[in-house]
């Protein structure tokens, strides 16, 4: 089946058929599926950009605000739950990727809670926990 202009949408694919172009519905899928990777791939690189410059100092200040409860977020707290890796041990981990972290805490997860983290904050705090090696 090929993409056209009988369709009735007002598409980009409609604006390359009136053009004289045609694509097919496997070529469109795979422009699609390429669309959203370069999509993702530039948002973890914009994220990789704002770690460059996060602040570890605030993601201290948010770790001991809204994570210690349940992370040891510090080399001087005794007390976390067992359920939750202390800040250090992730760090540590060899595929530790700061870029990635901060967009792993931008998202709820059924074990922890929506601090509903701003770019920068998760940024910052994904900084402070690269910091505690």
């Not at 201290?60 to 977020?73: D, F, P, Q, S």
């Not at 739950?81 to 202390?86: F, L, N, V, Y």
């Amino acid at each position: 089946m090929r993409v056209g202009a009988k369709d009735g949408r007002n598409t980009a694919f409609n604006c390359l058929v009136r053009q004289g172009i045609t694509i097919s519905n496997e070529e469109a899928g795979i422009s699609m599926r390429g669309i959203m990777g370069l999509s993702s791939l530039l948002f973890v690189a914009a994220l990789a950009k704002g770690a460059l410059a996060a602040d570890a100092h605030k993601g201290e200040t948010l770790a001991k605000r809204w994570c210690a409860a349940c992370h040891v977020v510090a080399a001087d707290q005794k007390v976390g739950t067992t359920q939750s890796p202390a800040f250090s041990t992730i760090a540590r981990k060899p595929d530790f990727n700061e870029a990635m972290l901060a967009l792993f805490l931008l998202n709820p997860h059924p074990r922890m809670p929506d601090m509903n983290l701003s770019r920068s904050e998760a940024a910052d705090l994904a900084a402070y926990i690269r910091m505690q090696k």
